[in-house]
């Protein structure tokens, strides 16, 4: 549970010292739950077999899951982590990593491809960061012709903008050539420093049940307006 609780409160009482306490804000920080209600995760198959019914159970309402990378990857858990949560009663999304090595016509081919026709109750995301990525610094000009050239057939497939995720780096660098779309904010144990955002990852080693070892978290400022695309 991601909870102020039982094992928060024995830590707390053996630890002391600036270095501890700043762990504990670390490892137990979430959002105000009243300003910010609508909890949610995203995962690949980083997190293995997911017990789904358990992961509904412990304050989690929707759920984006890994479908591809670059221009034929594909995560081996996508189709088991997609039906799961559905039926056990998550909205769910799904992203792609984009690379910068691959065209975006390409990327957009592979993930449509793994997508299918289930279209998911909330927008597809397209992941924008350097970590794990090719080892080049694209043009401006060029990575915007290319986020381009994937958005346009997903959206034209799932009908709804495609949800930008952006880590700090990645935002610092090419935030003035993004195409205006719903922003997924990376910013950890602080609130995004961006105006308008839709989503906001928190932390990248919460606890969920459900799921063996640590997990992205994540709220939604507004799921209506995300799931209807407005």
Known sequence: MRRFNRTFIITAIACSGAVCLAFLYIRFYEPDRTTYPVRGIDVSHHQKEIDWHKVANDDVSFAFIKASEGGDHRDRRFAANWKEAQAAGLKVGTYHFFTFCRPGGDQAKNFLDALGADKGSLPAALDLEFGGNCNVAPDPSD???????????????T????????????????HHILPRRPL?????????????????????????????GRVDLNVIQDMHALSSGN
């Open 143 to 157: 990575i915007r012709a290319e986020i381009h050239r994937f958005l346009e057939p997903v959206e034209r497939h």
């Open 159 to 174: 009908g709804k903008p495609v949800v930008l995720y952006v880590t700090p780096e990645f935002w610092e660098a090419y």
């Open 184 to 212: 997924w904010v990376r910013s950890l144990f602080w609130k995004p420093s961006q105006k308008e955002w839709s989503i906001w990852q928190y932390h990248n080693a919460g606890s969920v049940d459900g799921i063996s």
